[in-house]
């Protein structure tokens, strides 16, 4: 018995099929969301990251040449002498003699070690201004994301300010028609009113640009809507801090090797106009002098570029690079505690000032509903009221950037120190720069 499916059903079943898949879509394809998510993101996919690795693979590619300079090298001359020259015994054509002649490196003083050494150092300044780059997306990242929760937290703060104008507004409006208020009262409120929309407005805009912001470092929509986890926003205090971040600065790394590149630069300027030993081996074709002739000898071949003045001055030059990297070193050093020292104070006094927030805005809503059960009575005026809603909302704004400010120099402090690197890996390999 044969079961024959006809074509229209078929189609209704593949149908079925496709819109199920097409309802489930949404829950499989959900945005990632979270601080990790984003910091992953951003470095994954920003192209600074792979602009640097782009350049890590060139100078990889020097690092190969230069080693190269150890392997033989072989070179083929021909010549063509514009009189005709015969063997006197052949015959043979002799017009166009050829030498094959190939050369192997036995001993170049350090010149070709240096340039080797060279070149891996100048690789390995690359490897770690990658690490540089990420941390710097890794701290970019952090404070977009935070911004993103602290506009989406003070847009929330004047949402609920409006809603209380527009209660007040309302409330106001029945007294009027109760003859139980006057004009001129509506006529405030709805002006509070007013500048409650406009800055609701504000600070969606606000929000906005903050999103904006991270979008362009995570170059994929996070909806940032999961809060920092309270560890990553727990930092060392004091000399413990100064000293996290001198040695998990990836700019004191960065420059510590330019140092060591510099000093690299230095040997092989010296190096440079060191002779050169080697076997060489030659193969002659048709050579009115030799014929056919095979001759393998040692050669020492050096150049001395302007009887040793351009090497002296190269050095030199190489020396003050060197100098001025150390330079470099004790200046990043220096910003670098400049900047934990700053971070540090700006997160105590945002600390202070949430406290003092906090206290503050406990006492103010006990007061503005005072204010409120003595405007019925008939002892405060509605001015009053409406001075201590506006005087309660800014309250609430100022706790939430000083929460938001807090947030932002902690986290700050944590990828100066390499606290965020945990969070995020890249192939499978944690953010650390190669050896």
């Known amino acids: 018995m044969f079961m024959v ?27 990632a969301d979270g601080l990790q998510a984003a910091l992953q993101a951003a470095l994954s996919q920003h192209p600074a990251v792979s602009g640097k690795r782009a350049q890590i ?6 690092a190969d040449a230069a080693r190269s300079q150890r392997y033989p090298s072989v070179t083929a001359q021909v010549q063509q002498y514009s009189e005709s020259s015969r063997d006197t015994a052949t015959g043979e054509d002799l017009s166009t003699p050829v030498t094959l002649r190939a050369r192997q490196p036995l001993w170049a003083f350090g010149r070709i070690d240096n340039s080797i050494a060279f070149a891996d150092a100048d690789t390995e300044v690359e490897r770690v201004d990658l690490l540089r780059v990420r941390r710097q997306l890794l701290e970019q990242t952090a404070v977009a994301y935070s911004n993103v929760l602290g506009s989406r937290q003070r847009l929330e703060v004047v949402q609920a300010s409006l809603a209380a104008h527009q209660s007040l507004f309302e409330q106001i409006s029945r007294r009027e028609q109760g003859q139980l208020a006057s ?39 996070v909806p940032a809507r999961q809060p920092v986890t309270p560890d990553l926003l727990q930092v060392s205090e004091g000399e413990a801090l100064h000293q996290a971040a001198l040695q998990g600065s990836a700019e004191v790394r960065y420059k510590k090797q330019e140092i060591e590149r510099a000093r690299a630069s230095v040997e092989q300027v010296r190096t440079a106009s060191m002779p050169t030993l080697y076997l060489q081996a030659e193969q002659d074709y048709d050579q009115p002098s030799y014929r056919d002739d095979t001759r393998v000898s040692l050669v020492l071949e050096g150049t001395l570029e302007g009887m040793g003045f351009a090497t002296r001055g190269r050095t030199d030059a190489a020396v003050a ?94 990828a100066l120190t390499g606290g965020l690197d945990p969070l995020v890996t890249l192939n499978g390999e944690e953010l650390q720069p190669h050896g």
């Open 5 to 31: 499916t006809s074509l229209p059903r078929l189609r209704r079943h593949g149908l079925l099929l496709l819109s199920l898949a097409v309802l489930t879509l949404p829950a499989n394809a959900q945005q």
């Open 57 to 62: 693979e060139a100078r990889e590619y020097s």
């Open 183 to 221: 004009t001129a009262d509506v006529r405030l409120a709805a002006t509070r009113l007013a500048q409650a929309r406009a800055r609701v407005e504000r600070y969606e805009g606000e929000l906005a640009i903050a999103r904006s912001d991270l979008l362009a470092l995570t170059q994929t929509p």
């Open 321 to 414: 690079q060197q100098s001025a990297a150390e330079d470099d070193l004790a200046y990043a050093v220096s910003e670098l505690e400049r900047s934990v020292r700053r971070l540090q104070r700006s997160r105590e006094l945002q600390a202070g000032l949430v406290r003092v927030q906090t206290e503050s805005l406990a006492e103010l809503g006990a007061v503005l509903g005072s204010y409120q059960r003595q405007y019925v009575a008939g002892t405060k005026s509605w001015l009053d009221v409406l001075n201590i809603q506006r005087e309660f909302s800014e309250q609430q704004l100022q706790l939430v950037q000083a929460k938001s400010d807090w947030e932002i120099y902690s986290l700050q402090l944590a």
